[in-house]
């Protein structure tokens, strides 16, 4: 510390009062840094690890959270939902390939999701520009089409 002719701690830049200087052994970051929230893969990935205990055929099991979806795809599939085949088909092809990973499961699901949507407004697209032209036959001529 410096001090000056006095022999007083001289107070300045860098060189903060006494009081107010950090004690001994105390840490300059009490509280820490701050934690990082969680993203919504963690937080789907908890919730998909969760078990819960359904009955069947009047036991009880325990299953988690990822099984009793399985479970509940493969009922959707058995009683003929072609969403359910087609998704479960490609899931077990997904499966197969060592070299697919679990990044790449969700991109692809996210570009068919895309794709669905994309197919949906179009046909909302459609049939709002009927609806137009039912109401309204100059509708083509007002709108500049």
Do not use: C
């Amino acid at each position: 510390m410096s001090k000056n002719a006095n022999g007083e701690y001289e107070v300045g830049r860098g060189k903060p009062p006494k009081q107010h200087q950090f004690k001994k052994g105390q840490s300059g970051n009490p509280r820490g840094r701050p934690k990082v929230s969680a993203s919504v893969y963690t937080h789907l990935e908890e919730e998909l690890k969760r078990k819960v205990t359904i009955h069947e055929n009047g036991r009880p099991i325990t299953l988690t959270m990822h099984q009793l979806m399985a479970k509940s795809m493969v009922s959707r599939a058995i009683k003929g939902d072609a969403k359910a085949i087609a998704l479960i088909d490609k899931m077990r092809e997904q499966a197969a390939n060592p070299l697919y990973t679990k990044e790449d499961w969700v991109i692809t699901m996210k570009f068919d999701h895309e794709e669905e949507l994309a197919q949906q407004n179009a046909e909302d697209a459609a049939k709002w520009r009927h609806y137009q032209l039912e109401q309204d036959p100059g509708y083509r001529k007002s709108s500049g089409k």
